[in-house]
């Protein structure tokens, strides 16, 4: 008999949200190891999938197909390779203004670390317009 899946991994709405992690291997790097140093990207994205397996099943099909080469613009090349996944959780709302994607609980925290997470509006990640480290001439 198939166990019975908690309502927490279920998604009423077949939506989910699923992170993955790629990472840049240059091209004539030819004996990386587990404790070489690399530039990873962890991405988030949005999975439609009737339950929990198709989901996992097209996040990793996804994932594997953002694999793509890539060059500093000085001649040095690589690639980004896909990881794996790093979360993949069911959404629970319907897709509208203020529908709640995803949430973790944090548990013992004292008020004064709860308050040190928010950042102000020019310090939040869509408000950083600096050069990312590929286009700059350095």
Known sequence: MTPKIPHRNLSPHGWWIATYIERAAWDDDLDPNVNSRCIAW????LIQAADRDIAYEKAIALGSDS???????KGRTGRWVFEGLVSLLPIYDELRDGAELAWEEHRNRTLKKVRSWVRPKHELEAFDDTSPYWDKEN
């Open 42 to 45: 962890e991405n988030t994205i």
């Open 67 to 73: 694999e793509s080469t890539f060059s500093d613009g």
